[in-house]
């Protein structure tokens, strides 16, 4: 039998979510629960997806609309094995509380803090530790990204500092209300970013600071990534390292490929749904060492690449598979991940 996994906040990681979770043979969605009968939530219905409302006042709108809603978010969570929660950051408090009478295992996304779930989860560095948890938080998009090349390279090397700068898109593409439209703006102007204290809630032991800038752009975040390893190594080392990655894809910009643009412009070549690249993004001739540190840029598409950690994250939590690197690879057999 599959596991039933219900979505709440249906928005820009949720829906891809939904349909990364659909891809899989041993989970799948029982409901997705939407505020308001937009043009997403008939999309969901017509992909099949059961549509439940947050609360029985706005049933009516759905009514109204024309929108065949199956109940109440009380009634989803009831039928459930756990729920991936992708609402704004900072409703989490209030729905663990719901989840909590529902007795439905749950996990959060970066927006939250750690100590709402009290276990940040990324595929790679601590599947095994979240076997069986009630609760977890699948890091930030950049945080993922940052942990998928610092992790192999702690573990392989040691990492004896780690200094991080990372050039933000401002909005995702489909949101007109944040900006910057024409400037940089540094994010926070003190350091550090959050992105550092974050990679450490699962990597407690490197040394990292992160500094950011937001930027005039919605398609991806660009790093660049400053790293002083304990342990000498060439640049091939690093890029057959970071070659053999379940989740990293290594491009050269000789062949055309020398900016975000042109990655998202590969990932619709490549076919991927809603021009998705779930993977890192590393420029292998970018890898370099200078004075005996290592220098990488990597892009990271916002609003897909924490997409398989979630799908990792309830097989874990479900006890599906109690091998991480079997889930990994089964996850990204089903959506077509290669890399
Ligand atoms: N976008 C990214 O780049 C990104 C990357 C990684 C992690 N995250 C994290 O993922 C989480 C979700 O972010 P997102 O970008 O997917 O946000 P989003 O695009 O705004 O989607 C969230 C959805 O939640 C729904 N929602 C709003 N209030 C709700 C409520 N009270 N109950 C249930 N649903 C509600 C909204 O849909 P309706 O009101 O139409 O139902 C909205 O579309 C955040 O924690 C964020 O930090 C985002």
């Known amino acids: 039998m599959k596991a039933k996994v219900a979505i709440n906040g249906y928005g820009t990681i949720g829906k891809r979510v939904a349909d990364a979770v659909s891809a899989q043979d041993d989970m799948e969605i029982v409901g997705v629960v939407k505020t308001r009968p937009s043009f997403e939530a008939r999309i969901a219905a017509g992909k099949g997806y059961d549509v439940y409302v947050n609360s029985k006042e706005n049933i009516d709108s759905?009514?109204?609309?024309?929108?065949?809603?199956?109940?109440?978010?009380?009634?989803?969570?009831?039928?459930?094995?756990?729920?991936?929660?992708?609402?704004?950051?900072?409703?989490?408090?209030?729905?663990?509380?719901?989840?909590?009478?529902?007795?439905?295992?749950?996990?959060w996304q970066g927006g939250e803090d750690h100590a709402l779930a009290g276990f940040s989860f990324n595929s790679e560095?601590?599947?095994?530790?979240?076997?069986?948890?009630?609760?977890?938080?699948?890091?930030?998009?950049?945080?993922?990204?940052?942990?998928?090349?610092?992790?192999?390279?702690?573990?392989?090397y040691?990492?004896?500092?780690?200094?991080?700068?990372l050039m933000r898109r401002a909005a995702d593409p489909g949101d007109i209300k944040k900006g910057p439209i024409n400037a940089l703006v540094p994010d926070p102007v003190k350091l550090p970013s959050h992105h550092g204290p974050d990679v450490n809630s699962?990597?407690?032991?490197?040394?990292?600071?992160?500094?950011?800038?937001?930027?005039?752009?919605?398609?991806?975040?660009?790093?660049?990534?400053?790293?002083?390893?304990?342990?000498?190594?060439?640049?091939?080392?690093?890029?057959?390292?970071?070659?053999?990655?379940?989740?990293?894809?290594?491009?050269?910009?000789?062949?055309?490929?020398?900016?975000?643009?042109?990655?998202?412009?590969?990932?619709?070549?490549?076919?991927?749904?809603?021009?998705?690249?779930?993977?890192?993004i590393v420029w292998k001739d970018s890898v370099s060492f200078d004075r005996g540190e290592l220098y990488l840029f990597q892009a990271i598409h916002q609003e897909s690449d924490v997409v398989p950690e979630n799908v990792d994250a309830i097989r874990a939590m479900l006890g599906l598979e109690a091998d991480g690197g079997k889930s990994i690879l089964k996850t990204n057999k089903a959506l077509g991940i290669t890399a």
Not at 68 to 96: C, M, S, W
Not at 134 to 152: E, K, Q
Not at 158 to 165: D, L, N, P, Q, W
């Open 158 to 165: 040691g990492i004896r500092k780690a200094r991080v700068t």
């Open 202 to 280: 699962i990597l407690p032991d490197i040394d990292i600071t992160s500094v950011g800038v937001k930027t005039s752009t919605t398609l991806m975040h660009l790093h660049a990534v400053n790293i002083e390893l304990k342990e000498t190594c060439s640049e091939d080392d690093v890029i057959s390292l970071l070659g053999e990655r379940p989740r990293i894809m290594l491009i050269n910009s000789k062949d055309g490929i020398k900016s975000t643009a042109q990655v998202m412009e590969l990932a619709k070549d490549m076919g991927r749904p809603r021009g998705d690249i779930w993977e890192n």
């Open 125 to 156: 560095a601590n599947y095994e530790d979240a076997l069986g948890l009630d609760f977890a938080r699948i890091v930030s998009c950049n945080t993922t990204g940052l942990i998928r090349v610092l992790y192999p390279l702690d573990k392989k």
């Open 62 to 107: 759905f009514n109204k609309s024309g929108m065949e809603v199956r109940g109440t978010i009380d009634e989803l969570l009831d039928k459930a094995d756990i729920v991936v929660d992708a609402t704004p950051g900072n409703l989490g408090e209030e729905y663990k509380k719901l989840y909590q009478k529902h007795r439905v295992k749950a996990m």
